[in-house]
Structures are given as C-alpha cells and as structure tokens.
C-alpha cells in the first residue's frame, strides 16, 4: 500500500520556468511534510519543509503549497536552473523528522539551459 | 562539521555471504535511521532507533537482515546470506530526537550481490 503518491515521474522544464511536482497522501494522521532533494551518487537532503497548520511556505525559489481537505501537496520550483536538475521525492510522517517517514517514489527533474 | 559517514561507500559480494554496513551518525544526534533504495521500491524505511534502542524494525525484509546501534556514534546493518535482490543503495540518515530538525542522510552504500 503506497501512502504517498508523487507525480509526475520525471519533468523536463527549460531553464527560467516553473517546475512543479504534485503529492498525494492517504494517512490523516501525517502532519509533517518534508522535500528532499537528491543529486546523483548522493544521499537525499532536506530542501524545505511544512506542517498543516500553514497552506503555502516559501524558501526563496522553492514553495510548498498544503491542500489539507485534499489530502494534496506539492512543490514549486519558480526560475528553474540546470542545477537544479536532480531527483527531488516528497515524504510526510507524524510527529516530524524524527519519526519514520514515508517516501514518495520520486521525480526525475531536467532543467535545459 | 562531519556529516553521516558510511561504510563502505560500495560493495560487491557474491550471493550467499555476509555483508556488514556501518554508519556514524552526527555527533550530538540520538535518533538513527536505515533506510534502502531501488528504482522498483523507491526509498524504504528498514528500521530505526531512538537512543540507541530499535523502535521500528516492521520495514526488515526477512531475518536475514539485522541491525544493531552498540553506542551513540556506530550502527551496523548485516546481510545473513545475501541474495542478489539485495542488491541497493542503502542509507543511514541521523537527527535530534527533540524534533525541529531534519534527517541528515550519509552518502550511502552500494550493494551488489552477484
């Protein structure tokens, strides 16, 4: 049972556009939910973050919106770059980063110059 | 300041042998956690321990696979034989049990099993 759905499963943008990547979840109880960010022979790293209580957070170039009747979030990524060209996975957990958390399957992002 | 660190950063076995995975969380964290990724399954929680003590370990695919956290700076996941649909990248990633922070993830060993 799959209790995070992440679409879609790769994205090509140009460079300057908008790239957006949408996830779904299936658990109420989930009230953290984290961006990670994975370059290639890295590990996945923190990108941004939100909690239910707000519907939108942004951290310069990077936005989360927060549909909590839903059951809906997704990233926004404003004047993409080709560095930003990685795989990016959505998670959500309960209690926060320090409980177990459920991983979408991941989007492949591609960022032409 | 030193990250997660792994070891080995990659590994190739063949089936039927033991392999040992090790992993140093950052100094100061107190929550510990293994995780393994494919393409098929995406990144998959194995288990994870607060303060050294295993939490939840429902996400270790057979008895085959063992882990232990001795102290607060050292875990070690174990493969008891190993089988080629082992073959992965696995992830150690460590934070503050307190919250407020995120997981930080080591860069990860390669596993194939031959």
């Known amino acids: 049972q799959q209790q995070v759905k992440q679409s879609p499963q790769s994205l090509i943008v140009q460079k300057g556009g908008i790239s957006i990547i949408n996830c779904a979840y299936e658990n109420t109880a989930f009230d953290y939910f984290p961006w990670y960010q994975q370059f290639p022979g890295k590990g996945p790293a923190l990108l941004i973050a939100?909690?239910?209580?707000?519907s939108e957070k942004k951290e310069g170039r990077f936005t989360i919106s927060f549909n909590k009747s839903a059951k809906q979030f997704s990233l926004h990524i404003m004047d993409s770059q080709p560095g930003d060209s990685a795989t990016y996975f959505c998670?959500?957990?309960?209690?926060?980063?320090?409980?177990?958390?459920?991983f979408g399957k991941g989007t492949l992002l591609t960022v032409n110059p | 300041d030193a990250g997660v660190i792994q070891s080995p950063r990659h590994e190739v076995t063949e089936m039927g042998q033991e392999v040992t995975l090790r992993c140093k969380p950052i100094?100061?964290?107190?929550?510990l956690f293994w995780y393994r990724q494919t393409m098929m399954r995406g990144l998959e929680l194995l288990i994870y321990?607060?303060?050294?003590?295993?939490?939840?370990d429902s996400g270790m695919p057979e008895d085959r696979f063992s882990a232990k956290m001795p102290n607060a700076s050292f875990s070690t996941l174990k493969i008891q034989p190993s089988e080629p649909r082992d073959s992965a990248v696995y992830f150690c990633a460590s934070t503050l049990l307190a919250g407020g922070d995120t997981q930080y993830f080591g860069p990860g060993t390669r596993l194939t099993v031959l």
């Open positions: 100094s100061g964290h107190n929550s």
């Open positions: 939100i909690r239910p209580d707000v």
């Open positions: 998670a959500a957990s309960k209690g926060g980063s320090n409980y177990k958390l459920t």
């Open positions: 321990f607060n303060n050294n003590v295993p939490i939840d």
